[in-house]
């Protein structure tokens, strides 16, 4: 599921986080009076603006997915304070795996027995648009676009910035019938997973800068494969590679970010359909078409060949790879920098003489690639860290309460708060907990923090100056999942070396690179009758073009114009225009949905 991978890297990440000292303030004992500014008159159990949000309290049945190792929300410390301070209590159903939650609702809905509230809170497997859609137009949902314009203030400002999750969450007939999610990562986030380790950069004289164009990022792989080669570098040893990952068609993020530079567009080899991308934010291409897509072939069919990239490549198992990686045989990686061995860094101050005295404020041992130009392209583009959910929070004909469910889902939808103010409700709080009790920033800039160690002796104490984040996700926040709104953070994150210092790039290569133009909407809907097409090109079209990428790549089929050619008739084939059609139709009405 994607929201427990999600949840657990946030997790994982929590275990390295360096502890600072506790300060700030405390959460009051009661509720503060403090509120956004509401519209709307309400109901006669609501209040039209402040807390609490219902007159008196009321109970609103939940069936939520949520693994048997993810806390229950109703034991969640922050989750009591909302239930206190807007006087709505939740009683939860708990649903383990997607599967089971999709049939517990299709079992509920035909009995009649289902509960006010659906909580997928996940990725679309548990209850997809297609299942939204249906049941919307069955009756069993609630079209929530009337109680957005009169009761969520928040939400509408929050769409009119981020006018994709709306056209994401309406459905054919033009009402919502569930509350979206959307979330930006900070700078710890992976917009490409193309890092490499410091060292070799700054071996190659690129000790300031990374390259800017394709054909530039392929000297940089040469000059490092030269001197590794060479043996005139610190600690040499056997068996190095200027690129090492594991794949069994050979293709990986590094490809994508070659065709990206090529084709200036978002595209990706072995993501989805395969290399469909939109052109002048208005057409879409297949771009195994275009010159770049063999280009990017002949690249690393070269890189093959040279010995840039490990050998074993197609068949090496994963735990392989990762013992390779973390040993540092890699100049250049598929994943991120945090399982490197600290000690074997060979830009490690302490390990490395050459280094000595550096400044390690900003970590070391990881630097990252900006997107690329070209010959075919002069702008260089790269996806946000983050995006869209839908439908993690929908409402049934059987809630009484609209109303105020609409006021309630509006408080996580907030971009203007104080999240240093305990008392008021805001997005951080429910995900991070209260400030100055389990969080709170360690710079007068509020752009770096830590979360607060629990103090020996007290439930959920580790023994090693961390906090429990067993005890963490059990007992005080839900550890980065909101039930619906926005997560959006800008700030650094205590942690390793490598860590930080990935982080620090992301922010000086990527981010400044961030951008939807150009990108194929994920939150795009096609039609049941699009979708029925498309699948029954796509899983072919799909596997001979991940096929066709390992066997030009390996060198068992020559790369040349005939084999080319043979190849793009074979695309059209298994049906590379109808799918180019059937996703330029959709493609057309999600701009219609954005203007």
Same mark, same amino acid.
């Given at each position: 599921?994607?929201?427990?991978?999600?949840?657990?890297?946030?997790?994982?990440?929590?275990?390295?986080?360096?502890?600072?000292?506790?300060?700030?303030?405390?959460?009051?004992?009661?509720?503060?009076?403090?509120?956004?500014?509401?519209?709307?008159?309400?109901?006669?159990?609501?209040?039209?603006?402040?807390?609490?949000?219902?007159?008196?309290?009321?109970?609103?049945?939940?069936?939520?997915?949520?693994?048997?190792?993810?806390?229950?929300?109703?034991?969640?410390?922050?989750?009591?304070?909302?239930?206190?301070?807007?006087?709505?209590?939740?009683?939860?159903?708990?649903?383990?795996?997607?599967?089971?939650?999709?049939?517990?609702?299709?079992?509920?809905?035909?009995?009649?027995?289902?509960?006010?509230?659906?909580?997928?809170?996940?990725? /679309?497997?548990?209850?997809? #648009?297609?299942?939204?859609?249906?049941?919307?137009?069955?009756?069993?949902?609630?079209?929530? *676009?009337?109680?957005?314009?009169? $009761?969520?203030?928040?939400?509408?400002?929050?769409?009119?910035?981020?006018?994709?999750?709306?056209?994401?969450?309406?459905?054919?007939?033009?009402?919502?019938?569930?509350?979206?999610?959307?979330?930006?990562?900070?700078?710890?986030?992976?917009?490409?997973i193309g890092y490499m380790?410091?060292?070799?950069?700054?071996?190659?004289?690129?000790?300031?800068?990374?390259?800017?164009?394709?054909?530039?990022?392929?000297?940089?792989?040469?000059?490092?494969?030269?001197?590794?080669?060479?043996?005139d570098y610190f600690r040499?040893?056997?068996?190095?590679?200027?690129?090492?990952?594991?794949?069994?068609?050979?293709?990986?993020?590094?490809?994508?970010?070659?065709?990206?530079?090529?084709?200036?567009?978002?595209?990706?080899?072995?993501?989805?359909?395969?290399?469909?991308?939109?052109?002048?934010?208005?057409?879409?291409?297949?771009?195994?078409?275009?010159?770049?897509?063999?280009?990017?072939?002949?690249?690393?069919?070269?890189?093959?060949?040279?010995?840039?990239?490990?050998?074993?490549?197609?068949? =090496?198992?994963?735990?392989?790879?990762?013992?390779?990686?973390?040993?540092? *045989?890699?100049?250049? $990686?598929?994943?991120?920098?945090?399982?490197?061995?600290?000690?074997?860094?060979?830009?490690?101050?302490?390990?490395?003489?050459?280094?000595?005295?550096?400044?390690?404020?900003?970590?070391?041992?990881?630097?990252?690639?900006?997107?690329?130009?070209?010959?075919?392209?002069?702008?260089?583009?790269?996806?946000?860290?983050? /995006?869209?959910?839908?439908?993690?929070?929908?409402?049934?004909? *059987?809630?009484?309460?609209?109303?105020?469910?609409?006021?309630?889902?509006?408080?996580?939808?907030?971009?203007?708060?104080?999240?240093?103010?305990?008392?008021?409700?805001?997005?951080?709080?429910?995900?991070?907990?209260?400030? /100055?009790?389990?969080?709170?920033?360690?710079?007068?800039?509020?752009?770096?923090?830590?979360?607060?160690?629990?103090?020996?002796?007290?439930?959920?104490?580790?023994?090693?100056?961390?906090?429990?984040?067993?005890?963490?996700?059990?007992?005080?926040?839900?550890?980065?999942?909101?039930?619906?709104?926005?997560?959006?953070?800008?700030?650094?994150?205590?942690?390793?070396?490598?860590?930080?210092?990935?982080?620090?790039?992301?922010?000086?290569?990527?981010?400044?690179?961030?951008?939807?133009?150009?990108?194929?909407?994920?939150?795009?809907?096609?039609?049941?009758?699009?979708?029925?097409?498309?699948?029954?090109?796509?899983?072919?079209?799909?596997?001979?073009?991940?096929?066709? #990428?390992?066997?030009? =790549?390996?060198?068992?089929?020559?790369?040349n114009d005939a084999n #080319?050619?043979?190849?793009?008739?074979?695309?059209?084939?298994?049906?590379?225009?109808?799918?180019?059609?059937?996703?330029?139709?959709?493609?057309?009405? #999600?701009?219609?949905?954005?203007?």
């Amino acid at each position: 599921m994607k929201t427990t991978r999600l949840l657990a890297a946030i997790l994982a990440l929590v275990f390295v986080l360096s502890i600072a000292a506790s300060c700030g303030s405390s959460r009051p004992s009661s509720p503060g009076a403090g509120a956004p500014v509401a519209s709307g008159g309400g109901t006669d159990m609501m209040n039209a603006t402040g807390y609490p949000i219902a007159k008196s309290p009321i109970t609103v049945t939940a069936l939520i997915l949520r693994g048997p190792e993810d806390g229950r929300w109703e034991n969640l410390i922050v989750n009591q304070w909302y239930e206190e301070i807007s006087n709505v209590k939740f009683e939860y159903e708990y649903v383990n795996t997607n599967d089971e939650y999709k049939t517990q609702v299709n079992l509920k809905f035909a009995s009649g027995s289902y509960p006010d509230v659906l909580l997928p809170l996940g990725d /679309g497997t548990a209850l997809s #648009w297609q299942d939204e859609e249906a049941f919307g137009r069955e009756g069993f949902l609630i079209d929530i *676009k009337p109680y957005l314009d009169k $009761y969520m203030p928040n939400a509408q400002h929050f769409f009119s910035l981020y006018p994709q999750l709306k056209a994401g969450q309406t459905a054919g007939n033009g009402c919502m019938y569930g509350f979206p999610f959307y979330f930006e990562d900070g700078y710890g986030g992976n917009i490409h997973i193309g890092y490499m380790e410091t060292y070799w950069a700054d071996k190659i004289g690129y000790a300031d800068d990374m390259p800017y164009s394709v054909e530039e990022f392929k000297e940089f792989m040469y000059k490092i494969k030269a001197v590794m080669d060479s043996g005139d570098y610190f600690r040499p040893e056997p068996d190095m590679f200027t690129l090492g990952y594991q794949s069994k068609y050979g293709t990986c993020t590094y490809a994508n970010l070659i065709l990206s530079g090529y084709v200036g567009s978002q595209t990706a080899v072995d993501v989805g359909d395969g290399p469909f991308g939109t052109r002048n934010n208005k057409d879409v291409e297949f771009f195994a078409e275009h010159p770049g897509y063999r280009k990017t072939l002949e690249m690393f069919r070269d890189f093959y060949r040279d010995g840039i990239i490990d050998p074993d490549v197609f068949t =090496m198992e994963r735990p392989t790879w990762q013992a390779r990686k973390t040993a540092c *045989k890699y100049a250049c $990686y598929t994943d991120s920098s945090s399982s490197l061995k600290v000690d074997l860094i060979r830009s490690n101050p302490d390990v490395n003489p050459d280094y000595a005295g550096v400044d390690t404020s900003k970590g070391f041992g990881c630097r990252t690639f900006r997107p690329l130009t070209s010959e075919y392209n002069d702008k260089a583009r790269i996806g946000f860290v983050g /995006g869209g959910i839908i439908n993690t929070m929908l409402l049934t004909d *059987k809630c009484k309460y609209p109303e105020i469910m609409a006021r309630w889902a509006d408080m996580f939808f907030q971009l203007d708060f104080d999240e240093t103010d305990n008392s008021v409700p805001n997005p951080i709080m429910f995900t991070m907990g209260f400030y /100055g009790e389990h969080w709170e920033y360690t710079n007068l800039q509020r752009n770096q923090w830590t979360f607060l160690q629990r103090m020996d002796g007290e439930p959920g104490d580790a023994g090693d100056g961390k906090i429990d984040w067993t005890y963490f996700g059990t007992y005080i926040a839900s550890g980065w999942l909101l039930p619906c709104g926005g997560y959006i953070d800008d700030n650094f994150v205590d942690g390793s070396p490598m860590y930080v210092a990935k982080q620090y790039t992301n922010k000086d290569y990527q981010f400044p690179y961030s951008t939807n133009d150009n990108r194929w909407p994920d939150l795009a809907r096609m039609t049941e009758d699009e979708v029925v097409r498309a699948a029954a090109k796509s899983v072919d079209l799909r596997e001979y073009l991940y096929t066709s #990428w390992a066997t030009f =790549m390996s060198g068992q089929k020559e790369l040349n114009d005939a084999n #080319w050619d043979d190849f793009l008739t074979t695309c059209k084939q298994l049906g590379s225009d109808e799918i180019t059609e059937i996703k330029q139709a959709v493609y057309d009405r #999600w701009n219609e949905a954005m203007k």
